[in-house]
């Protein structure tokens, strides 16, 4: 299993809607990557580790496949349509990872 990370760094100017991430960009993620996507969620910031510090991401995204080549194919087919709804919800440029899910 591997499991992508997507991570929304927190600065100064940067906004992030979290209804439309929940209500509108997930949905879609979904519906594009289909039975090939095996899990989802998402975290939204709270508070950082040091007491009065901004929290470090806005949000963060998870998006779980059986295999690396499962995200792959589907990004070949549908990344134009992903990437053109991010300035729906954000002018944050994400960080992705990708993670093999050892436990």
Same mark, same amino acid.
């Given at each position: %299993?591997?499991?992508?990370? +997507?991570?929304?760094?927190? /600065?100064?100017?940067?906004?992030? &809607? %979290? #209804?439309?991430?929940? @209500?509108? *960009?997930?949905?879609m993620l979904r519906r594009v990557f289909g039975d090939s996507m095996k899990a989802t969620a998402i975290d939204k @910031? %709270? #508070? !950082? ?9 806005? #949000? ?5 496949? =059986?295999?690396? !080549?499962?995200?792959?194919? @589907? %990004?070949? =087919? *549908? /990344? #134009? =349509? +992903?990437?053109? &709804?991010?300035? *729906? ?8 990872? +990708? !993670?093999?899910?050892? =436990?």
């Open positions: %299993m591997i499991k992508v990370t +997507i991570l929304y760094p927190n /600065a100064e100017g940067n906004t992030f &809607d %979290m #209804a439309y991430y929940t @209500g509108k *960009h997930f949905p @910031g %709270m #508070a !950082s580790g040091t007491p009065g510090a901004p929290v470090p991401f806005l #949000a963060i995204g998870y998006l779980y496949f =059986e295999n690396i !080549s499962a995200f792959q194919n @589907g %990004m070949k =087919e *549908h /990344a #134009a =349509e +992903i990437r053109a &709804d991010i300035p *729906h919800y954000t002018n944050i440029k994400p960080i992705i990872q +990708i !993670s093999e899910v050892v =436990e």
